[in-house]
């Protein structure tokens, strides 16, 4: 059975409720599902799971979340050749330029550890509406597919 680890960063809840989506998704798709607070996070834990995905806010003028900071750091030193990965994450589009850049932030991250990207990355609005639901959804199937 393939493994999952869904990591999120969160202040307003929104980013919780992404992973809680996407945590779901993959659990219907038959898939075992660890879901984890970037903080509580080593990063080093993603070398046991198949696929890992990262759901955090970007706020302000482009920052990261300051909690997952070490997570980030520790995250590119790693090897992650043969893992699959996705990032998502909500941010405010008021922002502009600087809207959801942690989400391009991890990924990129994510391209040093040799881990390929399963699908597309996904930025949300704010909070999650039916619409993200259906995009987040099919961004875990991708990720399924991917790492068969």
Known sequence: MLTAQVVYATITGNNEEVADIVAASLEK????????????????????????VVCAYTYDE????????????????????????????????????FYNTTVDHFDAAFQKTGAKRGTENVKI???PYEED????????????TAAK
């Open 62 to 97: 482009g920052k990261m979340p300051e909690e997952g900071m070490d997570f980030y750091e520790d995250l590119q030193t790693l090897d992650l050749s043969g893992k699959v990965y996705g990032v998502a994450g909500s941010g405010d589009k008021f922002y502009g330029e």
């Open 29 to 52: 798709l038959q898939i075992q599902v660890q879901e984890t607070e970037i903080s509580q996070t080593d990063a080093a834990d993603l070398k046991l799971a198949d696929i890992l």
């Open 125 to 127: 609005d704010l909070e």
């Open 133 to 144: 639901v259906e995009k987040l959804n099919q961004f875990a199937k991708n990720l399924v």
